[in-house]
């Protein structure tokens, strides 16, 4: 994130250029994986679950390098972080997992990670945009790298286009909580409180700006106060809250949602399956997300934890996690292996405007995470 993403001025080219492709695993890299350790053994990786396509990307990546993946999946992060509290970052059973920029704050401070050797990560690889100005600040900390960018993606408006029509321009978060659409709206606990917020602090009704909740705990408090009441008289509205990926889709798929706050790579499954289902950036701009490989602490693999980062940094291996993903690479050149229907449904979804009004999450806080969870479950369970 550089400063220009942190403010969301990216243009369309820039954008692209980290752009996810199918179709490339058979492409060659220019890159060589060194040392004896990194040409055999296994990468225990923590990650996301909910993504078929995963196993043909370890596949790949075995073929590349003798390195076998033991992958398991957990549908957030809140799962993968709690995997560690209790025992997984110092253990041994997992080298590595894929929080986001705005959550590798509390990995460091609980001691959960182990910095990077910079050297090994082919880091030549990466899109300029990632290793500058914002981006380089949520990885880097007391000038030691704890993260390496694989994906970046975005949480917005998901719509039955038939059910749920809405206008780019005019699209709101706040037309989430319109009344038409009780009993029909699907969103993530402490991702819909945020949409709530920033609705509402663009119509001046919140006591501080939004983002001072991320800094401020007592105006974190004063706003989320604000945001819950508001919430709370909506609550009938939410049929169902999803937690990860496959919920997400179920809700629209099997539950009859119509409109919700989810994950671009859920619209776009949906939307391959030939659903009716729209992807759009409200007026307040997209809230977007950046993910991150970190090395934890009880490592067993580390040699072949880094040949995996240094193949994911090669245009190969971007993309074709990327794909897998359904979200954009930070690898250079994985736009030139771009999906058709992938390129499609991102020219569909961010329009010129678009792009220049990007959210990019904050970095959280332990004692904001702790805070918002307490909030959400507030929510949820009303």
């Known amino acids: 994130m550089t400063d220009s993403i942190r403010s969301g001025s990216l243009g369309r080219r820039a954008v692209l250029r980290g752009a996810a492709a199918a179709g490339a695993l058979g492409v060659a890299a220019p890159w060589i994986v060194r040392g004896s350790l990194a040409s055999s053994g296994t990468l225990n990786f923590m990650g996301w679950a909910g993504y078929d396509d995963l196993p043909k990307v370890f596949a790949a990546f075995e073929k590349k390098t003798g390195i076998k993946v033991a992958f398991t999946g957990f549908g957030s992060q809140d799962e993968m972080f709690a995997q560690a509290k209790t025992g997984a970052a110092a253990n041994g059973a997992f080298d590595i997992t894929e929080p986001t920029s705005d959550r590798l704050l509390g990995w460091v401070e609980n001691d959960f990670i182990q910095p990077w050797t910079e050297s090994k990560l082919n880091l030549a690889g990466v899109d300029p945009a990632f290793l500058q100005g914002g981006a380089a600040a949520a990885t880097i900390v007391n000038g030691k790298r704890y993260g390496t960018t694989s994906v970046w993606g975005s949480e917005s408006l998901t719509h039955n286009t038939k059910d749920a029509p809405l206008v780019f321009g005019k699209a709101s978060l706040m037309d989430l909580w319109d009344d038409k659409y009780a009993g029909k709206l699907t969103l993530r606990g402490h991702s819909g409180l945020v949409a709530a917020g920033?609705?509402?602090?663009?119509?001046?009704?919140?006591?501080?700006?939004?983002?001072?909740?991320?800094?401020?705990?007592?105006?974190?408090?004063?706003?989320?106060?604000?945001?819950?009441?508001?919430?709370?008289?909506?609550?009938?509205?939410?049929?169902?809250?999803?937690?990860?990926?496959?919920?997400?889709?179920?809700?629209?798929?099997?539950?009859?949602?119509?409109?919700?706050?989810?994950?671009?790579?859920?619209?776009?499954?949906?939307?391959?399956?030939?659903?009716?289902?729209?992807?759009?950036?409200?007026?307040?701009?997209?809230?977007?997300?950046?993910?991150?490989?970190?090395?934890?602490?009880?490592?067993?693999?580390?040699?072949?934890?880094?040949?995996?980062?240094?193949?994911?940094?090669?245009?190969?291996?971007?993309?074709?996690?990327?794909?897998?993903?359904?979200?954009?690479?930070?690898?250079?050149?994985?736009?030139?292996?771009?999906?058709?229907?992938?390129?499609?449904?991102?020219?569909?979804?961010?329009?010129?405007?678009?792009?220049?009004?990007?959210?990019?999450?904050?970095?959280?806080?332990?004692?904001?995470?702790?805070?918002?969870?307490?909030?959400?479950?507030?929510?949820?369970?009303?």
């Open 198 to 382: 920033r609705a509402l602090d663009a119509q001046g009704k919140l006591p501080h700006k939004f983002d001072l909740s991320f800094v401020d705990e007592a105006k974190m408090t004063a706003n989320y106060d604000a945001i819950l009441a508001f919430v709370l008289a909506k609550r009938k509205n939410v049929a169902q809250f999803w937690t990860n990926e496959n919920e997400a889709q179920g809700a629209f798929r099997t539950n009859g949602c119509t409109i919700g706050m989810c994950w671009d790579t859920s619209a776009s499954a949906l939307a391959k399956e030939g659903l009716p289902i729209g992807y759009m950036a409200p007026v307040e701009g997209t809230i977007c997300w950046l993910q991150n490989y970190v090395l934890l602490k009880g490592a067993r693999n580390v040699e072949q934890a880094h040949a995996w980062v240094a193949w994911i940094n090669s245009p190969e291996g971007g993309a074709a996690y990327a794909n897998a993903f359904g979200a954009y690479s930070t690898t250079k050149g994985a736009v030139d292996l771009a999906d058709a229907a992938q390129k499609k449904f991102f020219e569909a979804s961010f329009p010129a405007e678009a792009l220049k009004n990007l959210w990019w999450w904050p970095t959280q806080p332990s004692w904001f995470v702790a805070k918002r969870t307490e909030y959400a479950k507030r929510f949820m369970s009303a």
